[in-house]
């Protein structure tokens, strides 16, 4: 089983950047999706980002345009670039496999969007 260990999170105020990571403990090279989910409080975890590993990626409707998955096979690494950040994008972001492998949550990383 593949770990994964998100990072990158923080304070950041309205209209700011992050960029999360994603370090997995085994390669992720036969893992045809992964993505990034996040969790807000009071509400249900929900697919923010995919990437293939032909490199093709989805987003959801309010991240298009705002958000970048991307991945490093040889770094075992994805990556979530957010820009323009917004209160309600406030959450913990996770990321594991597209359909997520039940054993492949980690802890998350808490992005605080506020002023």
């Known amino acids: 089983q593949v770990q994964l260990v998100e990072s990158g999170g923080g304070l950041v105020q309205p209209g700011g950047s992050l960029r999360l990571s994603c370090a997995a403990s085994?390669?992720?090279?036969?893992?045809?999706?992964m993505g990034w989910y996040r969790q807000a409080p009071g509400k249900q975890r929900e697919l923010v980002a995919t990437?293939?590993?032909?490199?093709?990626?989805n987003y959801a409707d309010s991240m298009k345009g705002r958000f970048t998955i991307s991945r490093d096979n040889a770094k075992n690494t994805v990556y979530l670039q957010m820009n323009s950040l917004k209160p309600e994008d406030t959450a913990v972001y996770y990321c594991?496999?597209?359909?997520?492998?039940?054993?492949?949550w980690g802890q998350g990383t808490q992005v605080t969007v506020s002023s």
């Open positions: 085994g390669s992720i090279n036969n893992l045809y999706a």
């Open positions: 990437i293939r590993s032909g490199g093709s990626t």
């Open positions: 594991n496999a597209v359909p997520p492998s039940q054993g492949g």
